[in-house]
């Protein structure tokens, strides 16, 4: 009885309304983060709340004279490229010999960290960093968010690495080929846009990750998602400096996914879904 | 598929494909392996104030069945995270249905819809608080604007359970909606099409086929949520740090403040290994269902 083209045009006119309901319910309250950055700072905590009236940058600019942002962002790029560098260079050797064995314990081992709580390493961690006098350092962070990088980068490129065709390998083992040459010559090629994906998520996921940072570096190492902490407090008073903040901590990691949202399905489910 | 062609011996192979992983596995064993084993011993160990450690055997443990604060913890933590998984399954199958059936949706369009996780959780806590301060927040406005009482949100030792799972939902239901759209994909089309000529309404369609069938995907999507749901830590921190009062004190929370607040390394480092073989046994569980539940 529901099949006529009538109703069939009520259904799809329902689906549209619910897809905006959605859209302003998901995208409304980054809109409002970003909005308040704009706001001169009486109109920020303004009540009842005002729709932009005359946009500045002042939040901006008082941002980067109450903290050195600057120097945080620094930190933040240094750990973040640091930990994907080291996540790539141990992950593409072994999700390829994971591939190519079909061993895969390996690859389950390193899902260790995705499972156990943070503060589970970390204890154990800033015991052993504080005896050799690393709480602080790039290396700690480096090491601890390598953590988070590493299982990104293998279950990511696993699919991919499998995906070759066995016998190009073979043909080139039949020449004479190691298979570390393989690796470099032929496979790592071939899979390019997985590595860059891989790339991309470890970056993400490193740049948003919090706890490790908020134990392990200090004032001069601190990154930006663990200095944004310290906001809260500083700027209770001060919405403005504050969402600014957020705005632009939040740039990179959503710049970025938009570019791999195609991809994003099997890079985040690190291989439980085929995406 | 090693021929006799080959110039590389077998053993040659293996010791080369041993030496590419060897890397990963070693830094994994260094950084994760050895620190638990150490995090074993800790829990063994009772810290005084002055750092220095004595062997308690299981007195960790027997302190941790008599402390309240760590079943008022276990409560809490059980708490945000069923709420939060229904409110996510619901609202990420919905937003999930409704992708699917827009396809010519802009991909940009598309990437917004599913932004919100991609987001620093820190950041998505700093905006939440801005927008649900009980006093000059937008949140209170739009309910007052409708009529509605105003509520004290986050700092409501009621609300604040309700209100940490809903921020959660914004940020994670769209990554629901992620996986179950690569399960809707997945699915072949000709049970549709059978559906539609036996009649079947959407409604039916939806329950009897696409649901069962999608199953799978769920539960996947079910495990993933549940290992991050109930370590919840990034938002909370930023937001309450465990209160008001400790009406959000979550088993993590709880154990991170032990260990780095009050420096009792300890005994957080046996709240953490309670909290991780819960962890590990709420996916086991599911990972059984998932079983079950293939097709």
């Known amino acids: ?275 | 598929m090693v021929d006799a062609a080959n110039t590389v011996t077998p053993d040659r192979q293996r010791v080369e494909l041993a030496a590419l992983s060897a890397p990963a596995v070693l830094f994994t064993l260094a950084m994760i392996a050895f620190p638990l084993a150490y995090t074993v011993w800790l829990g063994f160990h009772a810290f005084s104030s002055t750092g220095r450690q004595s062997f308690t055997g299981l007195g960790n443990y027997s302190k941790l069945i008599a402390d309240t604060e760590f079943w008022h913890g276990l409560w809490v933590t059980l708490a945000l995270y069923l709420l939060s998984l229904v409110l996510q399954l619901v609202l990420g199958i919905w937003l999930a249905m409704l992708l699917f059936n827009a396809k010519r949706l802009p991909g940009i369009v598309r990437s917004l819809f599913i932004s919100p996780f991609m987001m620093p959780p820190v950041v998505a806590g700093l905006m939440w608080l801005v927008i649900l301060d009980p006093s000059l927040g937008a949140a209170n406005y739009i309910l007052q604007a409708a009529g509605l009482p105003p509520s004290d949100w986050l700092a409501s030792p009621i609300w604040v359970i309700p209100t940490i799972a809903l921020i959660d939902t914004w940020q994670w239901a769209p990554y629901v909606a992620l996986i179950v759209l690569g399960g809707l994909q997945s699915l072949p089309a000709s049970v549709y099409e059978a559906a539609q000529i036996d009649g079947a309404s959407a409604f039916t369609t939806f329950r009897r086929i696409t649901l069962p069938l999608l199953l799978p995907t769920i539960v996947t999507a079910v495990i993933l949520r549940s290992v991050d749901l109930l370590r919840f830590f990034d938002i909370i921190y930023i937001t309450t740090q465990g209160g008001p009062g400790n009406a959000s004190n979550t088993l993590n929370i709880y154990g991170f403040r032990v260990g780095f607040e009050f420096f009792n390394i300890g005994y957080a480092s046996a709240l953490m290994l309670t909290l991780t073989v819960i962890v590990f046994g709420v996916v086991l569980a599911f990972n059984r269902l998932r079983g079950a539940v293939a097709w």
């Open chain 1, 1 to 275: 009885m529901d099949h006529t083209p009538l109703s069939e045009s009520w259904i799809k006119r329902f689906n549209v309304v619910q897809l905006v309901l959605a859209g302003i319910l998901i995208m409304s309250p980054t809109a409002w983060m970003v909005l308040s950055s704009f706001k001169p700072s009486f109109e920020v905590t303004a009540y009842p709340p005002t729709l932009i009236l005359s946009p500045t940058v002042e939040n901006y600019s008082q941002l980067m004279k109450m903290t050195p942002f600057f120097s945080y962002a620094i930190n933040s790029m240094i750990v973040t490229l640091g930990s994907a560098g080291l996540g790539l260079l141990f992950g593409i050797p072994a999700a390829f010999a994971v591939s190519w064995t079909r061993i895969s314990w390996p690859a389950v081992l390193t899902l260790a960290a995705r499972m156990a709580p943070g503060t589970l390493f970390l204890l154990p961690w800033y015991v052993m960093f504080r005896e050799v006098g690393m709480i602080g350092s790039y290396t700690a962070l480096v090491l601890s968010h390598a953590v988070i990088t590493l299982p990104i980068v293998i279950w990511v490129l696993l699919p991919s690495f499998d995906n070759i065709p066995r016998s190009i390998f073979e043909a080139a083992q039949v020449d004479g080929c190691s298979i570390t040459r393989i690796l470099w010559k032929i496979a790592m090629p071939l899979v390019g846009s997985g590595i860059a994906v891989a790339a991309i998520l470890s970056f993400v996921f490193s740049w948003n990750y919090f706890l490790f940072a908020l134990v392990l570096s200090n004032g001069d190492s601190k990154t930006l998602i663990a200095a944004a902490f310290n906001f809260v407090g500083e700027g209770s008073t001060q919405w403005g400096a504050l969402m600014a903040a957020a705005t632009l901590i939040a740039l990179p990691p959503l710049m970025l996914a938009a570019i791999v949202q195609r991809w994003l399905v099997s890079g985040l489910t690190l291989g439980a879904v085929k995406g």
